[in-house]
Nanobody, 126 residues
Framework: QVQLVESGGGLVQAGASLRLSCAAS????????MAWFRQAPGKERDSVAAIRSSGSSSYYADSVKGRFTISRDNAKNTVYLQMNNLKPEDTAVYYC???????????????????WGQGTQVTVSS
């Protein structure tokens, strides 16, 4: 199990950038696949991005490809989501998630993750 704490959310105008951070507890962070999900009011939770435990591969939802970048620093037990060219439809609560996955496979669906942060609000005004 890992404990996850997100930070970096806020209110920005369309076209702006934000960087979310997710700090993880524990000494085996580099064995965990990590991901970001988001949930807008009245909608289901959607996948945003995921990254292999080693950081050598990543996945992006079509809606964020070319605008968002997921990265991780295993020395700092932290995963990041750089969000550029934000749009009003990116408004949501963003959640960090972790799954023990030390090999090449890493999940991209929310039901495959079993460790979750509390979420951070991102609001993009038009």
């Amino acid at each position: 199990q890992v404990q996850l704490v997100e930070s970096g959310g806020g209110l920005v105008q369309a076209g702006a950038s934000l960087r979310l951070s997710c700090a993880a507890s524990g000494r085996t962070f580099n064995n965990y696949a990590m991901a970001w999900f988001r949930q807008a009011p009245g909608k289901e939770r959607d996948s945003v991005a995921a990254i292999r435990s080693s950081g050598s591969s990543s996945y992006y939802a079509d809606s964020v490809k070319g605008r968002f970048t997921i990265s991780r620093d295993n020395a700092k037990n932290t995963v990041y989501l750089q969000m550029n060219n934000l749009k009003p439809e990116d408004t949501a609560v963003y959640y960090c998630a972790a799954k023990y996955a030390p090999g090449n496979w890493y999940p991209t669906l929310d039901h495959e993750y079993d460790n979750w942060g509390q979420g951070t609000q991102v609001t993009v005004s038009s």
